[in-house]
């Protein structure tokens, strides 16, 4: 059975710029969570999302977005890059019914250079 | 507000031996605690749980303890190969409510193994 799929791998940005990650979850699994790495704050949650819906955000400026598809997909977007924006973001996913629905899967990541 | 806390940052542990790794939370709400295991350009690798009802749980050579009084948890890994060397996260959670896909992580505590 395949992983939760992330890409692109790497990219790199300038300030001001835009930048849209996205994410395959695993099959059957439809809450897909978005994550933050960096070095200074460890794994940071941004939101999670479930038939479409964002059902929990993090502590994050209005700049960091998201949204999923009807196959759930799901992609993040964040606008008006800043330096402080580079980082790891992580993708999970996880089946919301019974005993796992607290364990998350996560992708390999993207990361985002910010220059 | 540092909810989880990997008050080590690094351990160096003899192949053979044991492993123990340590996590401390503030948080009483919490009830579900999970270890993910981390190498370079990979994503978190879901390792072992344990549920606040319960004190202790074992997974072959990965065994959870968990002190509710004393808000603490552990990771012990017996015996230690050199393949376990990677970064070890805590994270935890509360089950229900509105924490949909929302773990909160320790900063991680880098375990090397040397042969």
């Known amino acids: 059975k395949a992983g939760v799929t992330q890409t692109p791998r790497y990219l790199i940005k300038t300030r001001g710029q835009q930048v849209t990650l996205s994410c395959s979850p695993i099959?059957?699994?439809?809450?897909v969570s978005w994550y933050q790495q960096t070095p200074g704050q460890g794994l940071q949650f941004l939101f999670e999302?479930?038939?479409?819906?964002?059902?929990n955000k993090g502590n994050f400026p209005g700049r960091f977005s998201g949204r999923q598809f009807s196959n759930s997909r799901s992609e993040m977007n964040v606008s008006t890059l800043e330096l402080g924006d580079s980082a790891l973001y992580l993708c999970a996913s996880s089946s919301p019914e019974g005993s796992g629905a607290n364990v998350l899967t996560f992708g390999a990541g993207s990361r985002l250079t910010v220059l | 507000d540092q909810q989880v806390k990997q008050n080590s940052p690094s351990l160096s542990v003899q192949e053979g031996r044991i492993s123990i790794l340590n996590c401390d939370y503030t948080n009483s709400m919490f009830d579900y605690f999970l270890w993910y295991k981390k190498y370079p350009a990979e994503g978190p690798t879901f390792l072992i749980s344990i549920s606040s009802i319960k004190d202790k749980n074992e997974d072959g050579r990965f065994t959870v303890f968990l002190n509710k009084s004393a808000k603490h948890l552990s990771l012990h890994i017996v015996p230690s190969q050199p393949g376990d060397s990677a970064v070890y996260f805590c994270a935890a959670t509360f089950r229900g409510g509105t924490s949909y896909g929302k773990l909160t992580f320790g900063q991680g505590t880098i375990l090397t193994v040397h042969p």
């Open positions: 999302y479930f038939s479409e819906t964002q059902r």
């Open positions: 099959s059957g699994h439809r809450s």
